[in-house]
């Protein structure tokens, strides 16, 4: 079982990125996937989550309108499209598979190697 994001980089603020998490090693498409980070001295977070099907989306508040996940089960990646980005946003980004749509990171067991996000005032 295997995920690997990609995308991440060093942005001004008000700029956008798109991130990648390529699966590999089981059916992806039985499971939710989900973005997290985690921002240097805090706790990981859930960012968001998309459920198997694709035809639920969850996001935390602070990025309400302005990310979008999505995802492609033939290519087995998931997508993070994040716009008007700014400095409180800077944080290595995880992806992660789940059972179910969850922002909760606590009990997930399949995790990336995460990917740097900086974002510049």
């Known amino acids: 079982l295997q995920l690997v994001e990609s995308g991440g980089g060093l942005v001004q603020s008000g700029g956008s990125l798109r991130l990648s998490c390529a699966a590999s090693?089981?059916?992806?498409?039985?499971?939710?996937l989900g973005w997290f980070r985690q921002a240097p001295g805090k706790e990981r977070e859930g960012v968001s989550c998309?459920?198997?099907?694709?035809?639920?989306?969850d996001y935390v508040d602070s990025v309400k309108g302005r990310f979008t996940i999505s995802r492609d089960n033939a290519k087995k990646t998931v997508y993070l499209q994040m716009n008007s980005l700014k400095p409180e946003d800077t944080a290595v980004y995880y992806c992660?598979?789940?059972?179910?749509?969850?922002?909760?990171?606590?009990?997930?067991?399949?995790w990336g190697q995460g990917t740097l996000v900086t974002v510049s005032s």
């Open positions: 992660a598979s789940a059972p179910v749509c969850e922002l909760q990171p606590s009990g997930l067991e399949v």
């Open positions: 090693g089981f059916t992806v498409d039985y499971y939710a």
């Open positions: 998309i459920s198997s099907s694709g035809g639920m989306t």
